[in-house]
């Protein structure tokens, strides 16, 4: 079976209110790991983590702003990959936008390969509405430029809100792509601010989805969770490990 994760950011209010029993819930849930963000930013986290038995396995983390805040983070929470979780979208206009995020993507690639720790970049769906350059889609260019070390992670919702066909982009890019993001919901752009709902209840067809990802770390995450998000997440991750 996968590995399954949360990306934290998804209860971000409620471990601001109330971090101990945010955690003491997630680890109740049988996750395999989570996936913390802004590690460079949150002190506290390898503690809080540990006191709860919760492993952070990938991360979210500001790669390409601050790499050695990154790294020294990463390093103690023993996160193993980290994921540049955006970038403007302005920049994925144009080639020269689109070199300057896989030039400094490559550029750190051996300093972190150095400490075990594997860097990747993450999508939205304004990657998958940007222009081609010179006929390549934006995203698929992108990855051209990457060294082959960079993996992937594909929040499925937004790429098929960007009107990508997931399955056929997780065969095209097979292993290179190590987590999905995966969530349900209405499938408008990511500006938008609909609420994501628990897996399953939406307008995502997951179960092509999963069945290509037996051997990738599912990772569930509400970019907003509009009724109860702590049980919403516990109701998700239940869909998937009954999978």
């Known amino acids: 079976m996968a590995t399954l994760s949360l990306q934290l950011y998804t209860l971000r209010d409620q471990l601001t209110s109330d971090r101990d029993?945010?955690?003491a819930a997630l680890a109740t849930m049988g996750l395999d790991e989570v996936e913390p963000f802004g590690i460079e930013n949150f002190a506290w986290l390898a503690e809080a983590l540990a006191a709860h038995g919760l492993k952070a396995g990938s991360a979210h983390a500001g790669l390409v702003s601050e790499p050695e805040k990154v790294l020294a983070a990463?390093?103690?929470?023993?996160?193993?990959t980290i994921f540049q979780p955006f970038w403007d979208p302005e920049k994925w206009q144009n080639e020269a936008g689109i070199r300057e995020l896989a030039t400094?993507?490559?550029?750190?690639?051996?300093?972190?390969?150095?400490a075990g720790i594997a860097i990747g970049y993450h999508n939205h769906d304004f990657e998958?509405?940007?222009?081609?350059?010179d006929g390549v889609p934006a995203y698929d260019f992108l990855v051209s430029l990457l060294d082959p070390r960079i993996v992937l992670e594909v929040d499925t919702?937004?790429?098929?809100?960007?009107?990508?066909?997931?399955?056929?982009?997780?065969d095209t890019y097979g292993d290179r792509i190590t987590h999905l993001h995966v969530k349900d919901g209405p499938l408008q752009p990511s500006r938008s601010g609909a609420a994501?709902?628990?897996?399953g209840t939406g307008l995502?067809?997951?179960?092509?989805?999963?069945?290509?990802?037996?051997?990738?770390?599912?990772?569930?995450?509400?970019?907003?969770?509009?009724?109860?998000?702590?049980?919403?997440?516990?109701q998700s991750v239940a869909y998937l490990k009954a999978r």
């Open 74 to 80: 990463a390093q103690a929470l023993g996160v193993k």
């Open 204 to 234: 995502m067809d997951l179960t092509p989805i999963l069945e290509a990802s037996a051997n990738r770390t599912w990772v569930v995450e509400f970019d907003f969770a509009a009724i109860d998000p702590v049980d919403e997440v516990r």
């Open 196 to 199: 994501n709902v628990v897996l």
């Open 104 to 114: 400094a993507l490559n550029g750190l690639v051996d300093s972190f390969a150095a």
């Open 21 to 23: 029993a945010t955690l």
């Open 128 to 133: 998958f509405t940007a222009p081609d350059v």
């Open 157 to 170: 919702y937004w790429a098929a809100a960007g009107g990508r066909d997931v399955p056929a982009l997780l």
